[in-house]
């Protein structure tokens, strides 16, 4: 486990599914108000995250990584995933951050510098020595916070499908220390 201020971050259990889908969904509707339709963040369904993530963290095959940020008194305030990229044109030893979310109250804290410090830490466990991350072009609190760290954009963009449409997506890069 890694301590920080007042969070704790640690990997997650199977029983932390609620929680992170509690907190996947809260950080969506504050973190993407001005980038995507009210319709489609009211929609989120915490039910609905909860299997999807009860799903993976119950997966022994699963070479997904799933850590949390414990705020006090032993409340989930975020989560982040890593695992092998998704991208095709990346080399093998490259690893994926596919998630990272805090709730509004967390952000600012050091509940995320701590997650993104344990997320690349464990690619490097991992056996990467390279990391990507994909964020909305227009997430301008994300990007810089992932610049203050080191990621850098490598001019790679995409699009990613929403239900109500595609939203410009960038590809970040960071080498992960072994």
């Given amino acids: 486990m890694t301590a920080t201020r007042e969070v704790v971050i640690r990997p997650a259990i199977a029983r932390d599914a609620r929680a992170i889908a509690e907190v996947h969904v ?21 039910d609905e995250r909860e299997v999807a993530h009860r799903r993976q963290l119950e997966d022994p095959a699963t070479p997904v990584r799933v850590v949390v940020a414990e705020g006090p008194p032993g409340r989930i305030v975020g989560f ?10 990346a080399p093998p030893e490259t690893g994926e951050l596919f998630a990272i979310y805090l709730l509004a109250e967390a952000a600012g804290a050091g509940a995320g510098r701590a997650l993104l410090e344990r997320a ?3 690619l490097g466990a991992a056996g990467f020595t390279r990391a990507t991350l994909w964020v909305l072009a227009s997430n301008g609190r994300a990007r810089r916070f992932y610049e203050r760290a080191g990621w850098v954009w490598d001019g790679t963009t995409g699009e990613h499908r929403f239900d109500c449409g595609n939203r410009p997506i960038v590809r970040y890069v960071v080498d992960v220390p072994g």
């Fill in 120 to 122: 690349t830490t464990d």
């Fill in 80 to 89: 982040a995933s890593t695992g092998p990229t998704r991208d095709e044109d």
């Fill in 26 to 46: 809260a950080s969506w509707r504050w973190a993407y108000a001005d980038d995507l339709p009210a319709s489609l963040l009211d929609g989120l369904s915490v």
